[in-house]
């Protein structure tokens, strides 16, 4: 049986790694967890330091907060093979400076909904969204 403390420290060991994997900082990458139909939801991140905005980067479920990390492990290492590239051009109301994100995404769509992730929508222009070639 795991103590609490086990599972904090193998929490922090995963997370960590994730952030090694993908070359970001504590302070360009954030674990948020919610609790969803008794399971627990993880949603990664990121935090462009350039424009100070924050993205989807993906969202899983696992049973608890291990399992979540450990199925968000697998995905930051296979990601780049699974999901296309994207390249987002949008402005933010009240600003002047035209932004360019990227993500890699499954689909167009799916490539929106990380750009929107907790924003309201009409906060937002996006002026062009362009599926990139492979390299």
């Given at each position: 049986m795991e103590t609490s403390?086990?599972?904090?420290v193998e929490v922090a060991r995963i997370q960590k790694?994730?952030?090694n994997h993908l070359g970001l900082s504590s302070n360009d990458l954030m674990f948020e967890y919610s609790s969803v139909d008794g399971k627990v939801k993880l949603d990664l991140i990121t935090i462009n330091p350039r424009h100070s905005q924050s993205f989807l980067f993906h969202s899983?479920?696992?049973y608890d907060k291990v399992d979540a990390l450990k199925k968000?492990?697998?995905?930051?290492?296979s990601y780049r093979e699974k999901e296309s590239s994207y390249t987002i051009q949008w402005?933010?109301?009240g600003e002047k400076e035209?932004?360019?994100s990227y993500f890699r995404a499954s689909s167009v769509y799916n490539a929106l909904d990380k750009l929107y992730y907790g924003r309201?929508?009409?906060q937002i222009t996006v002026?062009?969204?362009?599926l990139n070639p492979v390299a």
């Open positions: 403390q086990d599972v904090h790694e994730i952030k899983v479920t696992g968000m492990t697998e995905y930051v290492r402005i933010a109301n035209l932004h360019t309201d929508m009409n002026f062009s969204v362009v």
